[in-house]
C-alpha cells in the first residue's frame, strides 16, 4: 500500500511554462484534495474532488486547474506559470466516515509534496 | 472569509513538560477539527481529530478539547519526547454546501532533550 503518491517531487520553471503535477491513492477512496503550502500560511485549498468525475473550487483556484482522470488519479495542471505559485503543493484523500453523516469530513491521507519554484 | 487562527507561532519545551496549542474558528458550521502533525520533508498526518458532538478526546500522551460555544479547540501533549518536535496544524472543517477545511498556519513545536 503506497498511500498518496505525487510526481515529480521538485520542478523548475520559467515564467509562462506549463505543467501538470500527478496525483495517485490506492485506498479506494472517493474524495481528493489539492493544497498548497506558503511559510507561516499553512494548507490552502486548491481544488478538491468529491467524488469521480466531479471537481469544485477551494480557496485559492486561480492559476490553475483539475482533472479527475479516475477514482484513483487527481491532476492539477498550471497553464501558465507565474512566481507567485512557487510554492510546495500536497495531493490528499479522504473518505467519509463509515455509517455518518454525509456533511462530515473524515481523516485526510497526504502525499509527501512537490516542491515548485517559478522564476 | 471563514478563518482559523492558531497560537502559538513557535512552542519550546524541555522534555517531560507538556505543550499546548490553541486554535480558533469562524465559521459556527464547522463539525469537524482535526490535528495533524508534519515532519521535515513529509507531508502532514492525522494524529488526533474530534469531532462537533464531542467536547473532549484522549488518545494515550495526546488529548484535543474543543468548546463549541467559544468557538475554539486545544491540543495537549503530555510527557513531550525530542520525537514530538515538528510542526502542528489544527483545521475546521464542515461539508455543508459544498466542501471546505481551513488550516491553521501551523505552530511549531521543539522539544529540548
Known amino acids: 500500500n503506497a498511500g498518496v503518491t505525487q510526481t515529480p517531487k521538485f520542478q523548475v520553471l520559467k515564467t509562462g511554462q506549463s505543467m501538470t503535477l500527478q496525483c495517485a491513492q490506492d485506498?479506494?477512496?472517493?474524495?481528493m484534495y489539492w493544497y498548497r503550502q506558503d511559510p507561516g500560511m499553512g494548507l490552502r485549498l486548491i481544488y478538491y474532488?468529491?467524488?469521480?468525475?466531479?471537481?469544485d473550487k477551494g480557496e485559492v483556484p486561480n492559476g490553475y486547474n483539475v482533472s479527475r482522470l479516475n477514482k484513483r488519479e487527481f491532476s492539477l495542471r498550471l497553464e501558465s506559470a507565474a512566481p507567485s505559485q512557487t510554492s510546495v503543493y500536497f495531493c490528499?484523500?479522504?473518505?467519509?466516515?463509515?455509517?455518518?453523516?454525509?456533511?462530515?469530513?473524515?481523516?485526510?491521507?497526504f502525499g509527501p509534496g512537490t516542491r515548485l519554484t517559478v522564476l | 472569509g471563514e478563518n482559523v487562527e492558531q497560537h502559538p507561532s513557535t512552542l519550546s519545551v524541555q522534555e517531560g513538560d507538556s505543550a499546548v496549542i490553541k486554535c480558533t474558528y469562524s465559521?459556527?458550521?464547522?463539525?469537524?477539527f482535526p490535528w495533524y502533525k508534519q515532519e521535515l520533508g513529509k507531508g502532514p498526518q492525522l494524529i488526533i481529530d474530534?469531532?462537533?458532538?464531542?467536547g473532549e478526546k484522549k488518545d494515550q500522551r495526546i488529548a484535543v478539547t474543543l468548546n463549541k460555544t467559544a468557538k475554539h479547540f486545544s491540543l495537549h501533549i503530555t510527557e513531550t519526547q525530542p520525537e514530538d518536535s515538528a510542526v502542528y496544524f489544527c483545521?475546521?472543517?464542515?461539508?455543508?454546501?459544498?466542501?471546505?477545511?481551513?488550516f491553521g498556519a501551523g505552530t511549531r513545536l521543539f522539544v529540548k532533550a
Open positions: 474532488s468529491a467524488s469521480e468525475g466531479t471537481t
Open positions: 485506498m479506494n477512496h472517493n474524495s
Open positions: 483545521a475546521a472543517s464542515m461539508k455543508t454546501g459544498g466542501f471546505k477545511t481551513i
Open positions: 490528499a484523500s479522504s473518505e467519509p466516515p463509515s455509517g455518518g453523516p454525509v456533511t462530515t469530513d473524515n481523516e485526510q491521507f
Open positions: 465559521d459556527s458550521a464547522s463539525n469537524y
Open positions: 474530534i469531532r462537533s458532538n464531542v
